[in-house]
């Protein structure tokens, strides 16, 4: 669902090497209801763009967010082959 809906929106979700496979998000309350956490550096200083149910719903939060899309930027600089 929160994958077709970044589709929608031309937005990328992207992956990381993470315990929640996600970028910017973070299981911070494991039994909570929104035990994930949406996070940006903004400023010099991490800022939390809120709590979700699921990790996909918090990395649309990320991929919505300046920092998300310029990451996504960046990542599709970056070749996929090393020459």
Known sequence: MW???AEAEGLTLLKADNKTGYFGVYLSHPGRPKPY???VWRGGKQVS???FATAEEAALCIARSPEGQ???KQTAAVPLTSE
């Open 3 to 5: 994958r077709s809906q």
């Open 37 to 39: 956490q949406a996070r």
């Open 49 to 51: 763009l809120g709590s």
């Open 70 to 72: 310029a990451a996504a």
